[in-house]
């Protein structure tokens, strides 16, 4: 694609575990630690806006990732896979416990999304059961609280029928995530830069961009302490000013 500035699909991967990391840092260290007072609710506000970018772009990996693979089965069991290793990690994080059902991460989401992508391909299928397994992929994630819940599902699945056309496939997963919430305003900056996709695969380790998920959260975790003590001592510094 001759284009001045294009986005290889680790690229984008890249960026979006970035601003994902921005999003979860501001959660557990301030909205979870130190608290919403004074600057830092502002702060807060821009890095959990900034945080909003992530999800589109991991949507848009799915619907990438089930048309390149060689083996979707083993795409979605990894997914799974994930999914369950990052449970802990999630959880300690997000709810301050080791197991929660309140909430649950975004692997979970994903691999719906993808599940509903197999189910609408398989042609072999009969019709009663292909309604039932998409009926479930939708409301699974609603009822067990996933991240992005079933909202996330159907933008997966919906940019998946407009593949063919990326401007109309970013603009209606857009209008799926701003009917959640209108924070996802912010997530316009994910899909401008979904349509920077060149079309190539680019460098990375595969493995690494699974792993980052459960990783980054279990630091977050375990730092959680720490920073936010260096915040507290911030914030009274700043006040004493």
């Known amino acids: 694609m001759n284009r001045k500035i294009s986005l290889n699909m680790n690229q984008l991967k890249t960026i979006a575990m970035i601003f994902m990391f921005i999003d979860h840092l501001a959660y557990v260290m301030i909205e979870r630690g130190i608290g919403l007072g004074g600057s830092f609710y502002m702060i807060d506000r821009i890095m959990r806006g900034m945080g909003r970018i992530a999800f589109p772009i991991f949507c848009f990996t799915i619907v990438e990732g089930f048309q390149r693979t060689s083996d979707v ?3 979605l069991k990894r997914l799974i896979i994930f999914a369950l290793i990052s449970e802990i990690p999630f959880d300690l994080a997000f709810r301050s416990a080791f197991i929660s059902m309140s909430f649950q991460n975004v692997f979970w989401t994903l691999a719906f999304g993808l599940a509903a992508i197999m189910l609408y391909e398989d042609y072999w299928m009969p019709r009663w059961k292909k309604t ?7 409301f699974l994630p609603y009822l067990f609280h996933t991240d992005y819940s079933i909202y996330g599902v159907l933008t997966i699945f919906l940019m998946y029928q407009f593949r063919k056309e990326p401007l109309k496939m970013c603009m209606i997963g857009y209008i799926v995530l701003l009917l959640q919430s209108t924070s996802e305003v912010w997530a316009v900056f994910g899909f ?4 920077l996709y060149n079309g190539q695969r680019g460098r990375g380790n595969k493995i690494f961009y699974y792993a980052f998920y459960p990783g980054h959260l279990l630091l977050l975790v375990l730092l959680k302490s720490y920073i936010v003590s260096i915040l507290s001592s911030f914030m009274a510094v700043t006040v004493l000013v």
């Open 132 to 138: 039932l397994g998409l009926f479930a992929c939708f």
């Open 73 to 75: 089965r083993a795409y």
């Open 192 to 195: 401008l830069m979904i349509l």
